[in-house]
């Protein structure tokens, strides 16, 4: 499974790009406003310090609109994928930029119907929210399962990007259903590699080692 940071923050992705294996990055309006600078320039340096794929996301929601748009951002630097919401209009950019080669992740999914209209019309990502799915009583992580068998079952290409993931748990549950990528917090980036009975088992190996005559 591939393993996006959600964040549009720079310090957490060079933070997190140290380990490896980052392998991209997703953004949307509501994490660049957090960093209080031009949505531009956020996505431009995101895209320098990330090789992988970086979501920027379009907020027009007209056909006519969001298509300018979609190119626009396409630019900004080659690893960029855009982001179109799964609505009427999305879906008809979504097979417009696929047939011109730009790559999209098609967001704001929340069920598996959804994700099969996505497919069909060439998203490179479809982004389910598991989160706000569980947040409204439904279970997340059952249609992340429903959208894997369904692109099995008619060998879709499009990638299943869990998105909005709140803790770890969420992590294990996407990869056990297969899912292609996760695009984890930060936060929860940093609480997968933690865990409480490592730290104990470091500071106990170290006081033991203390022990050892020289
Ligand atoms: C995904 O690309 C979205 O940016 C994100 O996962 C949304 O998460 P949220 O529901 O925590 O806002």
């Known amino acids: 499974m591939k393993i996006f ?17 980052l392998d991209g990055v997703t953004t949307n309006p509501t994490l660049i406003a957090k960093e209080k600078r031009k949505f531009e320039d956020a996505i431009r340096e ?5 090789a992988g794929p ?30 179109i919401p799964l609505t009427r209009e999305g879906l008809k950019a979504v097979r417009a930029c696929s047939q011109e080669g730009i790559k999209v992740n098609v967001t704001l999914c929340f069920s598996a119907n959804q994700a099969l ?13 598991i989160g706000r799915l569980d947040d409204a009583g439904h279970e997340g992580m ?6 894997v068998q369904i692109y099995r079952n008619y060998a879709f290409k499009t990638e299943v990007l869990t998105a909005s993931i709140r803790h770890p748990l969420h992590v ?15 936060a929860v980036f940093e609480k997968v590699i933690a865990h409480p009975l490592t730290d104990a088992g470091v500071a106990k190996f170290l006081e033991d080692y203390r022990k050892i005559p020289r």
């Open 172 to 186: 294990l549950e996407a990869a056990k259903a297969g899912s292609h990528v996760a695009t984890l917090p930060f």
């Open 5 to 21: 940071l959600d964040t549009a923050n720079v310090g957490e992705i060079k933070e997190a790009a140290k380990l490896g294996f």
């Open 142 to 147: 059952q249609v992340i399962r429903d959208i």
């Open 46 to 50: 995101i895209c320098e310090v990330c």
């Open 54 to 83: 970086v979501s920027a996301e379009c907020i027009t929601e007209r056909f006519e609109d969001l298509m300018p748009e979609a190119r626009r951002l396409a630019k900004l630097a080659s690893n960029v994928v855009v982001k």
């Open 117 to 129: 209209f996505a497919a069909k019309a060439g998203a490179t990502f479809i982004s389910p929210f």
